[in-house]
C-alpha cells in the first residue's frame, strides 16, 4: 500500500473514517483493540490498552505514549463524538460500541465497505484495502523493533513474517 493511496481515500472520507485511519495509522493498534477503546482509557500518560489477543493469556498490557500529533487527534475524535454521551471512544449514533463482545463489528464493517466503495469509484485507487493492509503499512514504515512494539507482538518473527511488507533495501558487498 503506498501513501498516495491513502491520501486518495482520505479525500472521499468522512471526518470519522479520516480520524479512524488516522490513529490506526499513528498506533497500528487491531481493529477490535480501537474499537474497544473507553474514554477511561485515555489517562494521562497515553492510551491504555490491553490488545484482545492477549487478554486471556498473557495480560500483557500496552501504553501509547502521547505525542503532540495524537493527543490533537483524540480530541479531534473527542470533538466529532457530536453530543451523544458514551464510554466509547468510537461509537454508533446511540452511544454502543461498534465492537460486539464475539469481536465482531457488523456496523464499522459496513461502514468501512461503504467507503472503499467510495474509494473505487470516486478516486484513481483501483485496488480495495483492508484494516490489516493499514496495521501492515504501519509496521513497514517502522523501524522493525519499533513495529514489533507498536503491533504487541511479543517477537520480531510475525512482524517480519506478516507485516513488514516493502522490499528490504540492503547494500552490496564492498
Known amino acids: 500500500m503506498e501513501d498516495w493511496e ?3 481515500a482520505l479525500k472521499v472520507a468522512s471526518p470519522f473514517i479520516k480520524a479512524y ?16 477503546v473507553k474514554m477511561s482509557d485515555l489517562k494521562e500518560d497515553g492510551i491504555h490498552v490491553t490488545p484482545r489477543k492477549t487478554a486471556h493469556s498473557s495480560g500483557k498490557k500496552l ?8 493527543r490533537a487527534l483524540i480530541e479531534e475524535i473527542t470533538r466529532l463524538r457530536k453530543k451523544i454521551y458514551s464510554i466509547w ?3 454508533t449514533n446511540k452511544g454502543q460500541p461498534y465492537i460486539k463482545p464475539d469481536a465482531s463489528a457488523n456496523g464499522f464493517d459496513s461502514i468501512w465497505g461503504r467507503f472503499m466503495d ?3 469509484t470516486r478516486t484513481n485507487v483501483k485496488e480495495r484495502f483492508t484494516e490489516h493492509d493499514l496495521r501492515a503499512k504501519v509496521a513497514s514504515d ?4 519499533h513495529a ?5 507482538h511479543s517477537n520480531m518473527g510475525i512482524t517480519e513474517r506478516v507485516y513488514r511488507r516493502k522490499a528490504e533495501v540492503v547494500k552490496p558487498l564492498k
Not at 148 to 152: A, E, H
Open 118 to 120: 467510495k474509494v473505487l
Open 89 to 91: 471512544l468510537f461509537h
Open 148 to 152: 514489533r512494539l507498536l503491533l504487541g
Open 142 to 145: 517502522t523501524e522493525s523493533e
Open 21 to 36: 485511519i488516522r490513529l490506526k495509522l499513528l498506533t497500528g493498534m487491531r481493529r477490535g483493540d480501537m474499537l474497544s
Open 6 to 8: 491513502i491520501e486518495e
Open 63 to 70: 501504553i501509547i505514549e502521547w505525542s503532540d500529533e495524537l
